[in-house]
Nanobody, 121 residues
């Protein structure tokens, strides 16, 4: 069974940094587009960053210049480096992936369990 397992997150003061990692476990044939979303209390889940199979990235305007997403296909991992954090970045962060397993099952929108990021002023 293919799963996404997130790690990282935690609490930090404003202008600090945190790194999130998301590892795809199971029998993986290919990882296609991957993304990071976040959901703050009382708000809808929003897209933060995407990274496609060739490493091309795109970011929400609110995080451009501060967040960087990267991937390591050999390790089935995608990372989100978050710098210059501010209290508005406080949310639960989720990774999302389009993955094909070795038995050719396609998981078009697989979600991680979420990681809490809390930024204090």
């Amino acid at each position: 069974q293919v799963q996404l397992v997130e790690s990282g997150g935690g609490s930090v003061q404003a202008v600090g940094s945190l790194k999130l990692s998301c590892v795809a476990s199971g029998s993986i044939a290919a990882m296609n587009a991957m993304g990071w979303y976040r959901q703050a209390p009382g708000k809808q889940r929003e897209l933060v960053a995407t990274i496609i199979s060739r490493g091309t990235t795109d970011y929400a305007d609110s995080v451009k210049g501060r967040f960087t997403s990267s991937r390591d296909d050999a390790k089935n991992t995608v990372n989100l480096q978050m710098n210059s954090l501010n209290p508005e970045d406080t949310a639960v962060y989720y990774c999302n992936a389009d993955i094909v397993s070795r038995d050719w099952v396609r998981y078009r929108s697989l979600w991680g369990q979420g990681a809490q990021v809390t930024v204090s002023s």
